[in-house]
């Protein structure tokens, strides 16, 4: 994969500045994250191919998980929704923290995804992981700390990573508070 880019300079010629050829930049570098755990180019596309087939649901299918982008969910709902990834250089991005701006986009980001939920919404984050082709170790989301502290339960940390802490909340005190963010959604800020 690398010789191919490399031949085919396939990456100087998406990097011309612009955000959606950085974001193919990204997924080509996480896709050769990816192929590297394959010691053999048919064993990887086997790998590509079950999971392909595994990822469409059959025609009698009633339920089924949905995996796609907060920008992708937009107008969307759901019953149950995950957002994985919540840590410090994912969500929000790196590339958002230097502009106060950027930053307050991804915070709306992060109301959309939360509110395309209509019964649970679980959010992760892990210690550490495989990020383009290197083990990287983030610190939760200044995010998860923003979220008023009633309306959560936390398994396993409390607030900035600390010791194990449970909140309580009810499906009322969950709607009225987004129902409250949304009332301001122009100007959001969970501050």
Sequence with gaps: MESVLIKTKYIEWLNDGTEENKQRIENIEE???VASLFVELNEFLENVALIESADKPSSDAVNAVTLMTVHASKGLEFSVVFIIGMEEGLFPHTQSMAELEDLEEERRLCYVAITRAMTKVFMTHTNSRLYFGNVQSNLPSRFLDEIPEELTLRLGVSRGGRSRNFG??????????LDEMDSSRKNFNWD
């Design 168 to 177: 309580n909340f009810s499906a009322k005190d969950v709607n009225d508070y």
């Design 31 to 33: 896709l050769k994250s």
